[in-house]
């Protein structure tokens, strides 16, 4: 299948996708020193819906990702997040914004190094006082026995395998029932049938809460999964619904 | 945050080590050293305040022409009473104690022979050690003895002893020796009387003009914060013979001694409360560098940089508590071992009771001096706090390094 015609393809993996706009990106661009990454991005995701933004290395799919974050600042343009205009936010604001909206799934592994499987999946809400520590632990606990891992509640992330902390670092992704989650090569650093299984979980606990997903992948099988692809080329989205 | 900083600290256990134990040995340097000082200071009061003054004023002297009847001894020439009045003037001087120091030399005999005025180092210590007999007051004319004197020459109460060419009424017998604060001498009388004695004597007439109201010693109570100007100001005033003795007296006869100063204490615990210092700033610096990912990857979960400064600090307090605490437990184990100090120190001073020409006199004016070792809360409180401050500034320097940009540490590409 040719890039173009994977592109073409379209149909959702997270169900219908809702009308409803959760990330709207207008004219970003970004430099650094003297390499222009971003060259006018403009990119809406949709609630719920699952979109992969894929490119060659260079090509500014991971700065567009860390600036939708809000991890990044861009030079110009604007990043519309769950309605909040991050321009301008503060830090705190900032915070808030990514703790209660954004789940992230990074390639490397991203757990704490001094805390359990269990820690790290609460790791989000330990600020959290609408809920007890009772409650959180428990939703910790059932998010580690969704992906697999009631048996390593405690276990630190030095012993588990790569693949166990890809999944650890999904549960905790879902923590705070975010309303999208961004992964930037998430099974970039697995094996293929790690990856392969590490992907399925989060598509499946996508559609199970209902979260909508920003995958940057570079692999065309995966993207073949996704409702929307856009493609980036030289710091500008070249194909693609946007 | 709290379970979060347990596991962290345990998790890098020789970055929490090298940190608690800096700050341990700055807090156990900082007690250990102060309350050595203080000791030494408090032992070096104790012999001043044997005597029950702060600072004792003499004036050496002559040896008289000839050495019989009552002399004064060479350390206690004549006080006029025109300086005693500027002494009295100082500031900083409470109160000042007249006396007359004198020994009586008998082809039989030799007694040492004290008139004080009436004051809280005086007459009435004397009353307060009075173990036979009534005390006396400053206008009778009578006498107490030491009970050590009254032993050996087996004086009673209502009996007569001679001073010089006069007899005087027995009427109590004294423990001088009793919780101490009081010159010693066999014979004590009212300072009145002694006056007279003296201003009558041929051999100390022989060398000074000495009147109705003057001395040949001075006990002065002194607030300590002026001690040193009032050391001065005698010192100047009464001049090159003067001998003014006080704990500073014997700060200097053993200045070789580092320890002895309690600010030179406290240099050394704020040296090494520094090298610990940067002990701790090295060991946070290299544990957020190593962390500059982890608190990425926080700031991507929703930490705000508030709550990892906060997490960072909980961290390193929790340090500065633990190494206080071990310093501390060091600290007094080390205080309770050592028990207390002593000083082997010369009087700085002469008011023997005993003539040091009589040839079965044994002086020996070598003491040695004991205090026990106590721990300064006050230096604990500030030993807390500056551990806290080494903790807290640590964080607060490493921290307002530039921040990491989050993003460049956690992207794929």
Redesign the interface.
Known sequence: MSDTAMLAKSAPASGAASAQEIIRVERVKKRYGDVEILKGVDLAVGAGQFTAIMGK??SG???L??II?G??KPDEGDVVVMGQKLAGMS??D???L???S???V???F???????AL?NVM??T??ATETSAAERRQRGVDLLHQVGLSERLHYHPATLSGGEQQRVAIA??LM?SPSVILA??PT?NLDQETGASVLELLLDLGRTHGTGLLM?THDPDVAAKAGNVVEMKDGRISHGHA | MLRYAASELVFRSGRSLVTAVSIALAVLAAMVLTSLASSYARALRVPIETVGADVIVQQQGDIPPKLEGLVFPHPNALIPAGIVAQIKAIPGVIALTRAVYMWDLEPDRYESVLGIADSEVGLGALGRRLIDGKPIAAGDRAVLLDSDFAGKNKAKVGGRIKVGVDEFPVAGIVDAARSGKLVRADVYMPLKLAQGLASAAPQVRALYPFGADDANLVLVKVNREHLQGVVEKITALIGKKSVVSSELSMRDALSGVLFLSQSMGLIIAAVIGLFAAAFVWRATATSVAERRREMAILQAIGWSWRHIRAQVLIENLALAVIGTAAGFALALVIVLALGQVSVTVDLPWDLSATPHFIPTAAINRTQIITAPLSISWLTAGIATAGSLAIGLLAVLAVLALPRPQPWSLLRAE
Do not use: C, H, W, Y
């Open positions: 290395s260079g799919k991971s700065t990702l860390g974050a991890l990044e830090d705190n900032m915070a808030t990514r703790r209660r954004i789940g992230v990074f390639q490397g991203s757990l704490i190094p001094s805390l359990t820690d790791l989000p330990f600020f905790r992704a705070n930037d090569e970039g940057v």
